[in-house]
């Protein structure tokens, strides 16, 4: 448990890190974010603090996901995109492909914070990458991660439905 921490941390700072020395833009914003309001011993709420540092890291976790792919084994026969769902099935989601698709995001392939800017604006705060977009945030239970799940498929179905 401690490596699999440890692991996703160095890599959403290894590559919020790698994609922000190729955007000095970005770069220069943050830092004069930081400047601003300059980091004390003790930091508080850091993504109320400094916005467009979090809206990188963000974009970074959705570039360059901590989980690019998740295995889930189904517990009871179920029905997911109008398909049936045996027990027992293994069920693959990928969240480097969903948060790369261009029905979900303009520029796909792009290094753009401020795609997180527009879910902040509309007053939702708790805008995270998958594989945590649709768990509650990055602490929670099985039964909410399932939950979660299940509204995940639920958007699919309703965003393929509104473009058909």
């Not at 699999?4 to 770069?27: I, N």
């Not at 889930?72 to 969903?98: F, M, N, S, Y």
């Amino acid at each position: 448990m401690l490596a699999a921490g440890f692991e996703t941390t160095a890599g959403a700072m290894f590559w919020t890190t790698y994609l922000l020395s190729r955007d000095r833009r970005t770069q220069a914003a943050i830092r004069e974010e930081i400047l601003a309001d300059p980091p004390s011993r003790s930091i508080t709420d850091p993504g109320r603090r400094w916005p467009k540092l979090r809206r990188a890291v963000l974009e970074a976790l959705r570039l360059y996901p901590s989980a690019p792919i998740l295995f889930r084994t189904a517990q009871e026969p179920d029905r997911l995109l109008h398909v049936d769902v045996p027990k027992g099935a293994i069920i693959v989601i990928a969240p480097w492909i969903i948060q790369r698709h261009r029905l979900y995001w303009d520029q796909p392939d792009a290094f753009l914070p401020e795609h997180f800017a527009a879910a902040e604006a509309g007053g939702i705060t708790e805008v995270w990458p998958m594989p945590w977009a649709y768990y509650h945030g990055t602490d929670c239970t099985l039964e909410q991660k399932l939950d979660g799940m299940k509204r995940f498929a639920d958007d699919v179905i309703a965003t393929q439905a509104a473009r058909a």
